[in-house]
């Protein structure tokens, strides 16, 4: 897949996107909806997609040997190096592994996790650590980045991911989280910046709203159009010509996803143009000025 138009940082973001919210994994419907997305992002057709997928072949399951222990004597000794392994972060990674982590994120039986459990949950193939994509669902699902825009939002899950891997192997340990975490633990949650503020006319503006019916809409359907999926929204961005250096296409992913609803996978009219809202910010244009360029650029 063309890695210009989508990172593996997007990537990362669209599988976020699809998952229910405290689950680690996708059904069928799921995956078909991150297949959809995948194409709006990428410009291209779903049975391109498939196609190429389908080419690659299916890849041989990683089955991760239990290391020996000249292994573990060498990540030891990566630890003391980077100063992880004295008594007192022994202490300390004991202590935050007992520790309880934020209420919001519960097990599959409701119940609040230990900081262990924590790092176990998102331990999806379980070979003991946390690869890149696991530690930006972690930092999703915290919200502790919700205060960013959507490019520092990725620059940061970057960034993160460098500082939590001490040891500079690709995979956090549990050692390697437990610093992190507790660290994180330190940062003060500022929450989600507000959102941009919306006309009073853009709800009734005929224009917006033959906008979100012509891009909602999907082929052969009936009746009232009443929401919009991402990769619709995607789509009006790119025919739109407001993808740039400013606004890329895993910026406007990452703005979908706040503009949506909790355990939602799609906007509804007051959604959409809450997503506008922000992009317009982004761009650091009026959402007057946003909106009458799609018009102009998309309905003519």
């Known amino acids: 897949i063309d890695g210009a138009k989508l990172s593996s940082t997007g990537v990362d973001i669209i599988f976020a996107k699809v998952k229910e919210k405290g689950q680690r994994k996708i059904g069928y419907a799921e995956f078909l909806n991150a297949m959809a997305q995948v194409c709006g992002t990428t410009e291209m057709t779903f049975a391109e997609l498939a196609g190429k997928l389908t080419e690659a072949g299916v890849p041989k399951k990683n089955v991760t040997a239990p290391p020996t222990p000249k292994k573990k004597e060498v990540f030891k000794n990566k630890l003391r190096v980077a100063g992880l392994a004295s008594g007192a972060t022994a202490q300390m990674v004991e202590d935050v592994a007992n520790a309880p982590v934020p209420t919001g994120l519960v097990n599959e039986a409701g ?38 825009g959507p490019k ?49 006319a ?35 961005c790119r025919d739109g010509s407001i993808i740039d250096d400013k606004v890329t296409s895993t ?50």
């Open 111 to 148: 119940k609040v996790m230990s900081t262990r459990e924590l790092f176990n949950s998102y331990d999806v193939n379980g070979d003991g650590g946390l690869e890149k994509r696991e530690i930006s669902s972690f930092l999703t699902d915290l919200e502790v980045l919700a205060a960013l």
């Open 152 to 200: 520092e939002a990725s620059e940061a899950i970057d960034q993160a991911f460098a500082k939590a891997d001490v040891d500079g192997s690709g995979m956090v340990s549990f050692e390697e989280f437990a610093a992190f975490y507790a660290d994180l633990k330190g940062l003060e949650h500022k929450g989600p910046a507000p959102p941009p503020a919306i006309p009073k």
């Open 202 to 236: 853009a709800k009734k503006d005929p224009q917006l709203t033959a906008l979100f019916t012509t891009f909602a809409a999907t082929r052969g359907q009936k009746g009232a159009v009443t929401e919009m999926d991402g990769a619709s929204f995607s789509r009006l």
């Open 251 to 300: 910026s406007v992913d990452i703005i979908f996803a706040r503009a949506k609803d909790k355990g939602k996978r799609k906007v509804d009219k007051d959604g959409f143009l809450r997503a506008l809202a922000l992009v317009a910010a982004e761009k650091g244009v009026s959402f007057e000025e946003l909106t009458g360029a799609l018009v102009s650029s998309v309905l003519g």
